[in-house]
């Protein structure tokens, strides 16, 4: 009988390079940045170093759990950090300058981000572009898109129900959080108990073996793009409530980068095939704990992104099979 704790087993072996990272990141952190692990609270909510990075790498992690799909049949998407700035224009307009309530303005923000996502996957399903041209297009029109919604300026609103998401708590951690979990179970549960992660990755790992099976690969490709567009409609509704204004010449810059870095860290091939939902959520964390750690230790924003480079190397090292089988064989004495 198999038991139900071999699954939970399975899912932390198949990211212990990335877990391994995160715990040495955080010893670091331990051995040499005071105050690091403080945690205090107030009016019921926790205050500290490790509540900052899961409230602003989650984020990042919602987006990349979206970015894992996309990546896991074969394709990319490098517009998600247009559709949180459009997302964040849509919503800041709708409540500062119609006087929307809330959730209409959050409602419409999403179905927005959502027909951005399903754009993204006629082009590449129906029209057949490359992802990465496909993407590219709403990446750079995007970007002017919300600058139009906005009248190039910076939206502020005052609406205390569409601030909670980004400033808000629940059960004493930040709303981000709390969305984060969400999204993950559900992820989860539709990827690993239905049919839909299997195709996925059958998609991923051999497209005209799994379309000679039956797989609905246009529609499944189709699905995977809308669902990466409305993860990052809900980043960018984050985003814009937690400063209370929508930025659309800012919001969301590089956060493309930022996701697939995490879906890669997390230990998901760019080839496609099988992905960790888990890893791409420890990969973000591994980012945000990584940027935290420097400017914690005065490292300067302009040099931050070098030793960002390398510690992201050396991870991606560790997980490569060429790499492991080589120390394999000097472990083992040179493979005669």
Partial sequence: MRSPLRPIGEAFWSVRWPLAALALLLAFNAAFTPGFFALEVRDGRLFGVLVDILNHGSRVAIVALGMTLVIATGGVDLSVGAVVAISGAVAATLVAQHGAPWPLAMGAALAVSLIAGVWNGVLVTVMRL????????????????????????????????????????????????AMLAGAFVAFGLVSRRTTLGLFIESIGDNPPAARLAGVPDRLVVLLVYAVCGLCAGAAGLIDCSYIKAADANNAGQLLELDAILAVVLGGTSLAGGRFLLFGSVIGAMIMQTLTKTLYMQNVSADIAPAPKAIAVILVCLLQSPVVRERVRRMRGGGGA
């Avoid at 002017?144 to 059960?171: K, W």
């Fill in 130 to 177: 490359q992802p990465i041209v496909a993407t590219l297009i709403l990446m750079v029109a995007g970007r002017g898109v919300a600058q139009l919604i906005t009248d190039g300026l910076i939206i502020t609103f005052e609406s205390p129900p569409l601030a909670y998401l980004g400033n808000g708590s629940l059960l004493g951690l930040p709303v981000p959080v």
